[in-house]
């Protein structure tokens, strides 16, 4: 079991950063792949990275490559997402996911935070 919040959402200008963070708290987290969604008002929920258990390999979304890096520190329990270069079209409320291995976390992640708020104002 893994319980999942995160942290680090606000209003932001067009151009702006934002480091996301996600708390995990269970004996699985390192064990754990992780990954971060998004959703936008009136949008489906869609991928934006994943991390393997160990950080040794990442995936992400071709519209995040180059802006978003994930990355994750299993002795504090937590995974981040370095947001640069932020658009209006970034705006979203940002989920934190965990999942048994990168296949499983990237499309049916078997745990989900609560979310958490990103807008960018352009």
């Known amino acids: 079991q893994v319980q999942l919040v995160e942290s680090g959402g606000g209003l932001v200008q067009a151009g702006g950063s934002l480091r996301l963070s996600c708390a995990a708290s269970?004996?699985?987290?390192?064990?754990?792949?992780m990954g971060w969604f998004r959703q936008a008002p009136g949008k489906e929920r869609e991928f934006v990275a994943a991390i393997t258990y160990s950080g040794g390999s990442t995936y992400y979304a071709d519209s995040m490559k180059g802006r978003f890096t994930i990355s994750r520190d299993n002795a504090k329990n937590t995974v981040y997402l370095q947001m640069n270069s932020l658009k209006p079209e970034d705006t979203a409320v940002y989920y934190c996911?965990?999942?048994?291995?990168?296949?499983?976390?990237?499309?049916?992640?078997?745990?989900w935070g609560q979310g958490t708020q990103v807008t960018v104002s352009s």
């Open positions: 996911a965990a999942g048994s291995q990168m296949r499983v976390v990237t499309t049916t992640p078997a745990y």
């Open positions: 269970g004996r699985t987290f390192s064990t754990s792949a």
